[in-house]
């Protein structure tokens, strides 16, 4: 078994890199020696991760076992990781570490920049790409249903920016999304429930559009369990929650009084917590944060205690949102049928044609199925390899004047050994200060105040919704230990994937699960988290959902064993960076960690998500568009 202190620290990986030689990896694991050992396998098995679903994505939901297993193996430098690998021969212009949306983005930098005969390798430890960026799909009684592991919902960009740092706008334009999505009309018994388009109804802006409903449990609030019906909007008057709480609760949340700040606002507001900015800047009751931490858990990675102001304040938390000059807006909320696998899928056809079935157009790249046969092509300007970790990334000979940099990594329990011209380290800081064995000082100081946090994404398939029509919601909120908000989305229609939208047919309720623990430092939460996220089992974890959803809607006609169709678990163990204060400006007269990150290390880029603090997807590919395109400018 894994030990309690293996999972602490867990880290999970994604890889990638460049080639161009006759003999592949799976012809020499073929041909190996029997007298060669395999590496172990993962002592984690399906009690821990549990059903997966149907279709292209059922043996990656989350972090798999083997990335886990992997991942502990590195960070701890297990000898079996120091073997002899097996040379592959393979010599690439460009390796990227990462299928994520960072690496399929310096991905398609490199396929748009590519000089004639250039080759590339992309690395990804996870059976499918994308990352985060991936779907669920259920077949419930003869429905299918598309679901979102982890990253989703979008607005619409206003203007097709000409700058790749841009993100969101650019490749919006670049990869031809539509500007219009098609919906299905309510049903005539829910014309009355006002439904959102993501999985995000719980953030407090957004609660404005959708028809939520609040529990109050008897044991915090003292008072029998009720429900109450969009609360904000009658000033919580129906609410059990004291008089004074619900006054100050009120004031944050409709503050509009913009604060006196210094003419460096980002430096100002990066200098302290969001709580101090509540509490010292507004001056309202630390109470009020119970109704910010779990959002801010669930978007930015920590509680209102140890997240920078700053972050609190790109995604618009009351009294930060003040400082905009316009308001706070994020648009009209949208989600592919699958989250941002959607992004992922788009990014993917770009690179390779072949990856996925159908033509090019929107619709039959969204419901199209993974050519997974196609990826590692030896005529492929760029080569996708799928489970494959990456254990160790050095250049061969000193950084500065080295010509190549040497990549190991484990792929059915063997390590193979690949070079290339260049690396993009598409991954995370939680495992590359593990395995860039030349990694400078300066990096490792600077990953030091990167610390990461999980998340755990439930999804959950009903065979009808009824005990939500009857409330007259479409989604709903709670307090307890097993996350605090879900709800039932309208279902993008796109191509022939049209799910009957009526409260008596089957949907899917996405639970996202954030860990805080408020009072220990951002450290201490993060490793308090991990260790429950990957110490706990699957039939635990379903055991606290059908309670909860016996508890919240029993009395509504709600059975779990006859209701339920299917649970899958998305485990992410380093889901988020946390920024602290003076991660995005730094502090005390030094750079800002994530601008150490970005300068080139020899023949080494480093472009991930985390760098931008509030993770998203636009700016996760820019980030690894800006690190191969560093790589062209002074190396390649």
């Known amino acids: 078994m894994i030990t309690r202190r293996d999972f602490l620290n867990a880290s999970l990986l994604g890889m ?16 190996a020696q029997a007298s060669e050992d395999l590496l172990p396998a993962s002592d984690l098995g399906d009690e821990w991760y549990g059903y997966g679903g149907v279709g292209d994505y059922r043996h990656s939901h989350g972090n798999t076992p083997e990335v886990v297993f992997r991942a502990h193996s590195i960070r701890d430098g297990r000898a079996e990781l120091e073997r002899h690998a097996i040379d592959t021969g393979e010599i690439y212009d460009l390796v990227i570490v990462g299928g994520g949306m960072a690496g399929l983005g310096a991905a398609l930098e490199f396929v748009e920049n590519r000089k004639s005969g250039e080759k590339a390798l992309l690395l990804e430890n996870h059976p499918v790409f994308g990352g985060e960026s991936k779907r669920n799909e259920f077949l419930v009684d003869g429905v299918r249903l598309i679901a979102p592991q982890g990253a989703n919902g979008f607005s619409i960009p206003e203007r097709a920016e000409k700058s790749f740092a841009a993100g969101d706008a650019y490749y919006y334009a670049k990869l031809n999304i539509p500007r219009a999505f098609h919906y299905p009309p309510a049903s005539r018994s829910i014309q009355d429930i006002r439904f959102g388009q993501d999985d995000y109804g719980f953030l407090y802006w957004l609660e404005n559009d959708i028809d939520i409903g609040y529990f109050f449990d008897q044991t915090p609030h003292d008072s029998a369990a009720v429900w109450v019906k969009n609360p904000w909007q009658n000033n919580l008057e129906d609410t059990p929650l004291p008089q004074k709480l619900r006054e100050a609760a009120l004031r944050w949340r409709n503050w509009t009084t913009r604060p006196q700040a ?15 900015f509540v509490v010292d800047v507004m001056g309202l009751d630390a109470g009020v944060l119970q109704f910010a931490d779990p959002i801010l858990a669930s978007a930015a990675g920590g509680g209102s205690d140890v997240l920078s102001a700053y972050s609190a304040y790109a995604i618009g938390m009351p009294g930060v949102n003040t400082f905009y000059e316009d308001g706070f807006a994020l648009g009209e909320r949208h989600s592919f049928p699958g989250g941002n696998d959607g992004f992922a899928r788009c990014f993917m056809k770009a690179i390779l044609p072949n990856a996925l079935s159908g033509g090019d157009s929107f619709e039959e790249i969204i419901t199209a199925s993974v050519r997974f046969s196609e990826l590692d092509k030896k005529d492929n300007p760029v080569r996708l390899r799928l489970s494959a970790t990456v254990t160790n990334v050095q250049h061969e000979g000193a950084p500065e004047n080295a010509e190549y940099v040497t990549i ?12 290339a011209r260049a690396v993009v380290m598409a991954t995370g800081g939680w495992i590359n200060k593990y395995i860039i064995k030349d990694l400078p000082a300066s990096h490792h100081a600077a990953y030091s105040h990167f610390i990461h946090t999980p998340m755990l994404v439930a999804n959950v398939a009903v065979r009808h919704w009824q005990f939500l029509e009857k409330l007259g919601i479409s989604g709903f909120r709670w307090t307890g230990d097993l996350g605090f908000a879900a709800l039932v989305k309208r279902p993008m229609y796109v191509g022939d994937y049209r799910p009957p939208f009526r409260p008596d047919t089957p949907a899917v309720l996405s639970f996202y699960i954030p860990f805080y623990y408020p009072g220990h430092s951002a450290r201490e939460q ?22 909860l959803m016996t508890k919240l809607f029993a009395a509504h006609g709600f059975d779990d064993q006859r209701d339920i169709a299917g ?5 992410w163990g380093h889901a988020y960076v946390l920024p602290e204060p003076g991660f995005y400006t730094g502090r005390d007269d030094m750079p800002a960690p994530p601008d150490i990150i970005r300068k080139r290390h020899g023949r080494i880029a480093i472009g991930h998500s985390e760098l931008r603090g509030n993770q998203h997807w636009g700016p996760a590919a820019a980030e690894g ?3 191969c395109r560093l790589l062209r400018a002074q190396v390649l």
């Open 16 to 31: 990638g890199t460049v080639l161009c030689a006759d003999i592949s990896p799976l012809d020499l694991l073929q041909g």
């Open 408 to 419: 190991t990594y484990v792929k059915d329990r063997r390590l193979f050994k690949i070079r």
């Open 567 to 571: 649970i899958i678990l998305n485990r």
């Open 262 to 276: 210094p003419a460096n606002l980002a430096q100002w507001l990066d200098s302290m917590t969001y709580r101090q």
């Open 625 to 627: 568009a800006r690190a």
């Open 526 to 547: 993060s490793l308090m988290g991990r260790t429950e996220l990957l110490s706990t089992s699957f039939s635990t974890y379903e055991k606290k959902i059908r309670r």
